[in-house]
């Protein structure tokens, strides 16, 4: 199954810097630099020929999603991979995510007040992913309920991905999901 990537947020998420370094590690090269505007890259594949692919620069023009999504495309049909795949590489910072997952592990807490780091496993972008984040008093206290009883979780947050590992800031509205267990 091909899943297209249409969440115009999401597509603004994604930092051309990092698309630059992503085509340079694949093999791509650069053809030509529009000052502020795009660069152009080639790719010559035995299958597909050469590639072109317009990476755009600036963000705050209206049309840069649909200029990603057809990076994305592009991306996708070259390597053979799904777009969750490559937007799984490409996304470093998404904004205010809602987070469903598990309490996979507590760390013990820290001495001087209550609060500690959880780690949840959750899906993004269609992949179980290592989340780890910091809770304070009450919220902390529900992801050791959470974790005793093995409750679903869900929360609100900044996702920063650091290597495999997203990392969730600012999270708010931490909530259990005692609901499944009346079914």
Same mark, same amino acid.
Request: no cysteine; net charge negative; proline share 8%.
């Given at each position: 199954m091909n899943v297209t990537v249409k969440d115009i947020e999401l597509l603004k998420a994604i930092h051309p810097q990092q698309v630059a370094t992503y085509l340079q590690a694949k093999g791509w090269q650069q053809k030509q630099q529009i000052p502020d505007q795009a660069i152009i890259w080639l790719k010559d594949k035995e299958s597909h020929g050469q590639l072109n692919?317009?990476?755009?620069? /600036?963000? =705050?023009?209206?049309?840069?999603?649909? $200029?990603? /999504?057809?990076?994305? %495309?592009?991306?996708? @049909?070259? %390597? +053979?991979? $799904?777009?969750? =795949?490559?937007? /799984? =590489?490409?996304?470093?910072?998404?904004?205010?995510?809602? !987070?469903?997952?598990?309490?996979? +592990? !507590?760390?013990?807490?820290?001495?001087? @007040?209550?609060?500690? %780091?959880?780690?949840? !496993?959750?899906?993004i972008f269609d992949k179980l992913c290592k989340i780890k984040t910091e809770l304070f008093e009450h919220d902390y206290i529900k992801a050791i309920k959470a974790y005793q009883e093995r409750l679903p979780v869900s929360c609100i947050g900044d996702l920063i991905k650091e290597g495999n590992v997203f990392i969730l800031k600012n999270p708010r509205q931490f909530t259990l999901d005692e609901a499944w267990k009346n079914s």
């Open positions: 692919l317009v990476l755009p620069l /600036n963000p =705050d023009v209206p049309d840069f999603p649909v $200029s990603m /999504n057809l990076l994305l %495309e592009t991306l996708a @049909k070259a %390597e +053979e991979r $799904s777009q969750l =795949d490559i937007l /799984n =590489d490409l996304i470093i910072k998404l904004s205010n995510r809602i !987070i469903q997952g598990v309490v996979m +592990e !507590i760390n013990s807490p820290n001495p001087d @007040k209550l609060s500690g %780091e959880i780690t949840l !496993i959750g899906v």
